[in-house]
């Protein structure tokens, strides 16, 4: 057994439910750089050491793995079912059956109920896994209320039924989520946004502050292992920021450990993802220890550089022009 994070002085969040969650959880996403068994085992590892969140998707084509693993740590007494959050998110092609995706999830997890279940993304557009960057599906179309809202409102179903404790919702922006959120019956508990010191989403995090959303920050560290596809060449690396790198100068520590201190400490909830023990210790047992100096946390304000990552444009509709227009 390896070495275990003190998880009482992990900071913790509370949504408006009632419900309290970790400030940082593990990501599960393992790209083409990982694959299930090397997640899920990660996902072993991670709960012995103390994590208690985990952000799982049915997208990410492991959930079922993951769900052997979980029945391995409930059925070790390593945690039980109750002392951990687990989200999971229905995928574009899932919005007019969300029911059945989150049975799917279910099952697959092996659990009776998700703890925060998200619209992955707000519009129905599909794409194959791992397809090239330019491909565009004819079915594409802009985002629409009344559809947004039809998926929403099968989401307030699962709550409604016990199948989820709370719902979410993931890549909006400050104005879509002004046009859906006085129509939902029961209201986003919290908020999956891309966040990092190069793109810091103030204007929405401060939107989602202020709403009582609770904000997830998702490629924490500037997601380093995305394949290639999802790259361009205006991309910033935030572990060779300045600032970043100035501050794990300060502190003896990696520069990716910077980037999950700074969304701690700024109240975000960072979900870092890594299959390395040693990696995922650290990006846990960060938050326990060695806070970055309010000098320091201004310095990495000042950091943005407006970088989106994950552009999405594998969701464009036929005929629209860029990636921005998602964004909108
Ligand atoms: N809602 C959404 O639409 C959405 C979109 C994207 C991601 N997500 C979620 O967010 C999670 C995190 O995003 P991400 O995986 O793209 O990016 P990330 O967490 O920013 O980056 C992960 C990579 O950072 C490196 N790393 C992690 N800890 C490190 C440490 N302590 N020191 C040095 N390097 C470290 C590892 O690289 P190496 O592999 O090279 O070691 C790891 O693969 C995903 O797993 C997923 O759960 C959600």
């Given at each position: 057994?390896?070495?275990?994070?003190?998880?009482?002085?992990?900071?913790v969040?509370?949504?408006?439910?009632?419900?309290?969650?970790?400030?940082?959880?593990?990501?599960?996403?393992?790209?083409?750089?990982?694959?299930?068994?090397?997640?899920?085992?990660?996902?072993?590892?991670?709960?012995?050491?103390?994590?208690?969140?985990?952000?799982?998707?049915?997208?990410?084509?492991?959930?079922?793995q993951?769900?052997?693993?979980?029945?391995?740590?409930?059925?070790?007494?390593?945690?039980?079912?109750?002392?951990?959050?687990?989200?999971?998110?229905?995928?574009?092609?899932q919005?007019?059956?969300?029911?059945?995706?989150?049975?799917?999830?279910?099952?697959?997890?092996?659990?009776?109920?998700?703890?925060?279940?998200?619209?992955?993304?707000?519009?129905?557009?599909?794409?194959?896994?791992?397809?090239?960057?330019?491909?565009?599906?004819?079915?594409?179309?802009?985002?629409?209320?009344?559809?947004?809202?039809?998926?929403?409102?099968?989401?307030?179903?699962?709550?409604?039924?016990?199948?989820?404790?709370?719902?979410?919702?993931?890549?909006?922006?400050?104005?879509k989520?002004?046009?859906?959120?006085?129509?939902?019956?029961?209201?986003?508990?919290?908020?999956?946004?891309?966040?990092?010191?190069?793109?810091?989403?103030?204007?929405?995090?401060?939107y989602?502050?202020?709403?009582?959303?609770?904000?997830?920050?998702?490629?924490?560290?500037?997601?380093?292992?995305?394949?290639?596809?999802?790259?361009?060449?205006?991309?910033?690396?935030?572990?060779?920021?300045?600032?970043?790198?100035?501050?794990?100068?300060n502190?003896?520590?990696?520069?990716?450990?910077?980037?999950l201190?700074?969304?701690?400490?700024?109240g975000?909830?960072?979900?870092?993802?890594?299959?390395?023990?040693?990696?995922?210790?650290?990006?846990?047992?960060?938050?326990?220890?060695?806070?970055?100096?309010?000098?320091?946390?201004?310095?990495?304000?000042k950091?943005?550089?407006?970088?989106?990552?994950?552009?999405?444009?594998?969701?464009?509709?036929?005929?629209?022009?860029?990636?921005?227009?998602?964004?909108?």
């Open positions: 057994m390896g070495e275990r994070v003190d998880i009482s002085k992990v900071p969040r509370k949504l408006y439910t009632g419900a309290v969650m970790p400030a940082v959880g593990l990501g599960t996403f393992g790209s083409d750089k990982y694959t299930s068994e090397q997640v899920s085992e990660a996902v072993f590892g991670a709960v012995s050491a103390g994590y208690r969140m985990l952000d799982c998707a049915s997208v990410y084509q492991n959930e079922d993951i769900g052997k693993v979980l029945d391995r740590l409930f059925s070790e007494k390593i945690v039980s079912r109750e002392e951990l959050f687990i989200t999971s998110k229905v995928w574009n092609d919005h007019r059956e969300v029911k059945k995706a989150c049975k799917k999830s279910l099952s697959d997890l092996k659990l009776s109920y998700i703890d925060l279940y998200f619209v992955h993304w707000p519009f129905p557009n599909y794409h194959a896994p791992g397809c090239d960057g330019d491909s565009r599906n004819p079915d594409s179309k802009p985002f629409s209320v009344d559809e947004f809202m039809d998926t929403w409102r099968q989401c307030e179903e699962l709550v409604d039924e016990g199948l989820v404790k709370a719902i979410g919702m993931s890549n909006m922006t400050v104005s989520l002004e046009k859906v959120l006085p129509l939902c019956r029961i209201k986003p508990a919290a908020l999956e946004m891309e966040c990092h010191p190069s793109f810091q989403q103030q204007e929405l995090f401060g989602a502050i202020s709403h009582r959303i609770v904000p997830i920050g998702f490629c924490p560290i500037g997601s380093p292992s995305r394949p290639e596809r999802d790259r361009t060449a205006e991309d910033v690396a935030d572990t060779e920021l300045e600032e970043v790198v100035a501050v794990a100068k502190h003896n520590i990696h520069p990716a450990v910077v980037c201190k700074w969304a701690v400490q700024r975000l909830c960072p979900i870092p993802f890594s299959v390395k023990e040693s990696q995922y210790i650290s990006n846990l047992k960060c938050t326990t220890e060695d806070p970055l100096t309010d000098e320091e946390m201004l310095l990495l304000s950091a943005d550089k407006n970088c989106r990552l994950v552009k999405g444009q594998v969701f464009l509709w036929p005929g629209a022009e860029d990636w921005t227009q998602l964004w909108d």
